[in-house]
């Protein structure tokens, strides 16, 4: 094929806008609007005025069609409606398992019991973390050497009794077994064997196994060696009884289930006999057991049981096993099965408050044991101190009384605070009430408890532990307005005098949330300067990390307002007590938060900048080479937050030189980078909107300055297409500004950074080939470089050649039509810039269609480079004839067809000839997409109606569908 | 007003079975056995005391002949009138004397097959024996000075303990019930427990024989408990050990309960309270 001529078709692009523009139908304000509620009156008399525009009226005429969510449910929402058919359901439904039935049961219950009550789940992982040891322990197991049973067996025992006790004698034969030296670890796992074993001996019928079992380990609980540990062996045998528990209430449920699942509220009359006899047998058999506490212990698990036999019978067995604990001596023993006992009657009738209260009362008149000899010599033994001790009690007692204090009315809390006042020694009562009762309760009589505090004996209970309680409630529940000064000085008066760190700290922590609520920065400044003064000695604040980030957390939740919080003298030392690198970031990261959370305006307070700038040079200070690529993003996201916050207002020069020193603070991090870089242009834009779009010689050399700026910091960016794309940026933000060589430079320096574009890049930590981007970014760019003018030294075209000379040189993918590609979109540019008048121009910046003013010479220069394009395109898509690229030699050839179409003069026969060549190429081997053909023929079908584009309809006659094969 | 014992035989079998009469036989018999304590070893073993019989009686619930193949039930009832001027007791399995009743079904089958046989045991509850019991409430004071059969009263340590029992005349399907309070006491006390006896007298020719075994120990108290605190007694009768009181001629059953109190230094202090057991 011989060389092409090429002559761009002339435009007319304000004609052609207006064509191609919509009728403009202007829409009445009060007739129309999406969002509004759709008020339809009579929608046929407006239809006319309304073309055009998308309605969603009917025609219907209902006056005021509702709201369609709000109508389908006729007032109840679905998901209430079906929980209330299921409700009503209930009992005919058929229920395929018990254990389902059974978690709607607890489900239930917790609902009678209600969302505040907190559950004992919450605490057990708690009482685990606290109560820990590193003394051995031992696990005493008596296997089959149960005395509870007819001790000879005599020839005339019935079979059935026989053979039980034979089983009593046969299983792990009398092995009694004693696991000694164990570590905690140990302990917990061999408990939590004990509680595989009993699931397994249930499932496999050995009732009397699985009995066995959680007698023995109930009867670890009447052992109190090693005595720190208790709390924890007490959760974690308690849930082996909670397991039996279930098991025996879901078999016996399951008897009666027989042959239809009876409901869930359920009476005595639906039970049959087998099942009452069933569990009758289980209360025989646990009512022989020979010792109190697995008694006690095994009883109360079953506690629930109690509703197959008789309707009263938990209301009855509730007060029975309360005063069966007076029989057991051990303080600490009798306090958690009291704990047990609360438990499982708030699990099974919430309702029954007055064995709840018994149980309280009952702790009360035997709570001198715990000052017993008994209980002394014990400890001397154990080596234990007596606070240590009494805080054993806490978890129990803490227990108790929040189930006592569950919506009880005031003047019964009030009763069982003075109950507790009379009691000597009562700091331990105290702690648990202010722990358990509610804050509001405690808050109101904050006074008293400071008093009552004040009382309590010097070496019992540690009083920093009473003052954190208080605090706990004062926490959530506000004092009278008038006491709370007060009551922080009596309250910070003992607590400054706590001589060890870790006390002192975790008190301190919960009373900071005191102070931030109630009092101003004079207040917190105090706070925290005592804090400071405590931690400091020996570095003790390394060991209080937590607590000292807790503090910060909560100042920052009360103190939104940064000037205020930064005015705080103390506040930046207490920063600085975080001194290890990792807390110190997480420190800061919170900072910045709160910070973009909630600072609402641009601020240019010095006190603030300095501060967080100091604050976010931490983050950036802690990046180094082994920090994750996530953790770098989260940094940089809110260092730029707070670069986004920065506003100096009009004092555009404090705001660069803030970007200077910004840059040079956080230059590790590549997004902060770009951030400033975007501020920057930013910057420039809003200099020129002040100026209304001309520069006076100063802001001509500050926007000047800007450019420089960018310009020295691009190229710092690791990333190539953040470099390419800020260039482009930048160079037409320099461009709108009138800095013409600067925006060269900038374009000169993107092309020039071209070549360095790796085939590959990481996107989203998988390599991809870079090519779409480097395409997407080449077109961004040649429609940028219609504005450009021409520099004077260089020759015409300069920018537009040294790209595609970049292009030509550029290593591109094997078998790729991207260079092609780039060829074929930088002819619709060319074309643009032959027009008399271009498409768009920048204000005030003379493009090459102004300096050449339409110079025959320099269409001529436009026309060659065309051809020369077009060329090198015709070249490569005969090489693809010869391989097995057929498809996308089609596909080429469409889009230089569709090129030529709206670009080309194609009144030139050339031209023309080509055109229908490369049609007919596209087409020949049918992998062209036969709807897109038939398009682009109505569109030509369309564009020949014009009067200057007639000649396309002779055209249309030789461009042919190929009819697929 | 006699009671009967009803029920039905099944007989399950794949194909027909032949037989030669299927009986139930129904018997009541009261064991007793005489302790190697009360008489020498060999007495004891040979002198065991005749069974009583109290109840017998035998019926043929099918005539020799075929019984079909699949589930054949046949029903049968037994009137519960005792033998001539017997008396019918409780069911109760104890040491010396056990009184059980039962009901064995045998199959008789031609040469060749092995008869078949099947024992059960069924249980008998008296009547109510009166229909109102008057509580007898019991208090009690346990010191040193109350103690009998103590060797030095001068070593031993001091203590109060109070209590009462709510009734020495239980009804048997009821719990034992009272309180107990410990005043004071020198030296911690271990444990507390009820100890629940059985008294069996067997009367024969030569004399009697009277042995008390413990059946359980329930423990009420554990470690120094809080002075001043009533602690609760309770104790539930255990079933088939325990029946009400029983007098007749050959023999006897009785209960007793024992408050037995065990202090740190081992000092075991007991109470006795004879029960007596009934039914209503």
Known sequence: MASVQWHARVRKYGAELQRCRLDAVPVDLGDYHPLKPITVTDSRSRRGGRKGSTSSSSSSSSSVAPDPLSSMLEGTDPLSLFAAASASETPTLSHSSSSVELGRKRRENEEEVGAD???WSAKRGEILARFTTTEKLSINLFMGSDKNKASSPSSAVSEKVRTRLEELDDLEEGSQRELLNLSQQDYVNRIEELNQSLKEAWSSDQKVKALKIVIQCSKLLS????????????????????????????????????????????????????????????????????????????????????????????????????????????????VYARAY???????????????????????????????????????????????????????????????VAYRAPDVLLTEMMERCKKLGNNALLLNSVMWAFRPEFVAARATDFIGMIKDCDEAGFPKHLLFGSLGRSLACADPPESERLPILNEAWKVITKVRSPQDYINCAEIWVEFTCRHFTKREVNTVLADIIKHMTPDRAFEDAYPQLQSVMKKILTYFHNFSVLFSMEKFLPFLDMFQKDSVRVEVCKSIMEVFIKHQQEPTRDPVILNALLHVCKTMHDSVNALTVEDEKRSLALLI????????????????????????????????????????????????????????????????????????????????????????????????????LSQADAFLKAAVSVLPEVPRTISV????????????????????????????????????????????????????SDAKVRVYISALPLLAAMSQESYLYTIPKVDSNETLYGGDPKFVAEISRLCETLIGQVLDHLKTLGREEGVRRQGSLAFSLFSTLLAHGDLRNNKLNQLAVNLWNLSHKNGHCDTRTSVRTLEHIKQQAQQPELSHLSDMLLRLSLQSRA | LVEVLAGVVVITSKEAVQHQGISLTMEGLVNLQLSSKSVGVFEAFYNSVKPIQLISSNIEVAKPGKVPGGKTEIPFEFPLQAKGNKMLYETYHGVFVNIQYTLRCDMRRPLLAKDLSKTCEFMLHCQPQKSKVQPTPVDFTITPETLQNVKERTSLPKFVIRGHLDATNCVITQPLTGELVVESSEVAIKSIELQLVRVETCGCAEGYARDATEIQNIQIAEGDVCHGLPIPIYMVFPRLFTCPTLETTNFKVEFEVNVVIVLHDDHLITENFPLKLCRV
């Open chain 1, 117 to 119: 009550f907190e559950p």
């Open chain 1, 223 to 334: 052992d109190t060696s090693v005595i720190q540990f208790y709390p924890s062996k007490f959760v974690l045998i308690t849930d082996i009884l909670d397991t039996f528990g279930r098991l025996v209430y879901e078999r016996i449920w399951s008897m009666c289930s027989d042959p239809r699942p009876i409901p869930d509220s359920f009476s005595v009359e639906d039970v049959n006999d087998t099942a009452k006899e069933t569990c009758l047998n289980w209360f025989f058999k646990i009512a022989s057991i020979r010792e109190l506490i697995p008694r006690l212990y095994v009883e109360a698990a079953i506690l629930k049981c109690n509703r197959f036999l008789n309707k009263t019978g938990i209301q009855e067995t509730l007060p029975r096993l309360t005063a069966m604990i007076r029989g057991i001596g051990d303080p600490l023993v009798a």
């Open chain 1, 341 to 403: 006992l609360c438990r499982v009657g708030m699990e099974v009738a919430p309702h029954l408050k007055d064995s709840l209260n018994k149980n309280f009362f009952d702790l009360l008149a035997s709570f001198r044991q715990i000052h017993g000899d008994t209980v002394q010599n014990q400890l001397v033994i154990q080596r234990v101190e007596i606070p240590v001790y009494l805080t054993l009690y806490s978890p129990a007692i803490h227990w108790i009384l929040q189930c």
């Open chain 1, 640 to 739: 730029n937050g707070f670069i986004r916050m920065v506003s100096f207002g009009r004092d555009f020069e404090q705001q660069l030189s803030f970007c200077v020193e910004a840059r040079a603070t956080f230059c590790n991090l590549e997004p902060v980078i770009i951030q400033l870089i975007h501020t920057v242009n930013q910057l420039a834009m809003e200099t020129r909107r002040v100026m209304g779009g001309s520069h006076s010689r100063k802001t001509a050399a500050f926007v000047r300055a800007c450019a420089a700026y960018s310009f020295i910091t691009i190229p710092s960016l690791t990333s190539i297409f953040s470099r390419l794309h800020l260039y482009l940026l930048s160079g037409q933000v320099a461009l709108a500004n009138q800095c």
């Open chain 1, 764 to 815: 989203e930590g998988k390599q991809r080939s870079s090519e779409a981007f480097l395409l997407d970014f080449i077109n961004s760019f040649l429609s940028t470089l219609l504005v450009v003018p021409d520099h004077p030294e260089q020759g015409v075209l300069y920018l537009v050649r040294g790209l595609l000379n970049m292009v030509q040189d550029y290593t591109w993918e094997d078998n």
